[in-house]
């Protein structure tokens, strides 16, 4: 779908995000054809450089990270010619006449704060200062946003002193995943599954985010974070509010919004009992999370498995099981959907348990598996046996999907559509700051150590254990 003309400003243009995701990202937008004509990138950073350094940085950076069009010499100079910089200083008034004078007023500004968050009051403030924003300005934010409900808020507020909530665009990437996207079109696009969609006909659902890297590099900032900053309160909540949610009335950013909130707001606060924090120890590398994060006394979790209850006519009584961490056997994030036995079993008790499970795959390979029971093939007699249905986008698609966008790139393309319906609006950060707070509250009072876990396994015994206690087990992590 062809988009608006427009000038894209990414302020920190020159930073790790910018490089791996976002250029590359609009690189193959532009490939694809999706670029008008006349739209412009410009990176505004404080690295003094010119237009033509920029594009060289660019350019490495495409390569590296560019995927497969990135080998097209020719198309990819085109795109460069695409591309401004200048150079300028968030905290002060350099370099802001000189984007003033290049930011065209008759296309879509989108403004991309791909900086750390303390610089987004001053990035707001001085847009609005040297004319360079109004009412139809776009701005996109980065997280994390905010550690804690008293800071999302002050971030909230910075924003709001200058614009309109639905001038904001907060990223969680998770969002612009083709299979995330899927889920909502698989359950209110079927009348197959709606009808079962809750706790009368779903035993539990499980959602895993697992990691195979540690935090080694980053782990400074990652230690004053942790799993339940990190991953939790973003990413698996608001995968947790999709696959919860109440049907919209419309597929349409305040109705879809509104509907997630519900699902913040009702969740229980959660027992302690039901949380377990996990770090990962010593592997074969000989290094362990403490020696990752230069903090050899660190009780930060690298891991966090949790049983959570959503207090509402449809959920209760249905569990749903999140767990993240790092280091673990595999890269994999899945959510499943386990439905609840059959009422009665005709073949007798020693067919066993068969369940039907709705799997939702992430990555890698994103796609849905369906579980179901069928007749094990051969003569020998009525034995049951449970067989995927698969799908697999990759397959589903075939050549054509080389072309299916990342999360970066449609997110991006949907701020300059002007469409919200995939970015999280302020109230809903906020609910689920409020919901997250007291919990690392208390584990805080407690001083709550991490059970520690082997890199590559599944994570600390522990969390196995939260299952069985319940009598259900975790998916495998593959
Ligand atoms: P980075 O440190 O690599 O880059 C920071 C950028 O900000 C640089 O371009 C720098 O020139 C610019 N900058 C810093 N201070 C400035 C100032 N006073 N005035 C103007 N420009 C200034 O950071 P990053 O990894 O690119 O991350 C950017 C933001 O995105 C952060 O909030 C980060 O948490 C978030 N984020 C990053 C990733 C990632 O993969 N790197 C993923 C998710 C979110």
Redo the contacts with the bound molecule.
Sequence with gaps: IPVENFDLII????????R??ILPGLYRRFCAGQMPEKARIIG????EMDNDAYRDFVRVAVTEFGGKTASEANVLEEFLQRLHYVP????GDGGWADLAKLVRKDVVRAYYF????G?FGDLAARLTKHGLADDTVRIVV???FGRDLASAKALNQALAEHFDESQVYRIDHYLGKETVQNLMAVRFGNMLFEPLWNSQYVDHIQITVAETVGVAGRGGYYDKSGAMRDMVQNHLMQLLCLIAMEPPSKFEPDAVRDEKLKVIRALDPVDHHHIVRGQYADGPDGHSYRDDAENLRSFTESFIAMRLNISNWRWAGTPFYLRTGKRLKARSSEITVVFKDAPHSIFGAEEGRHRNMLSIRLQPNEGMTLDVTIKEPGPGGMRLLDVPLDMSFADALGPDAEDVPDAYERLIMDVIRGNQTLFMRGDEVEAAWAWTDPVIAEWEARNDVPKPYEPGSAGPEDAMMLMHRDDRRWREIK
Aim: aromatic share 4%; proline share 8%; hydrophobic share 35%.
């Design positions: 302020f920190g243009g020159t930073g790790d995000l910018a791996r995701k505004a950073a404080r690295s300028i200083d968030a905290r791909s900086v750390g968050p610089l980065e997280k994390p």
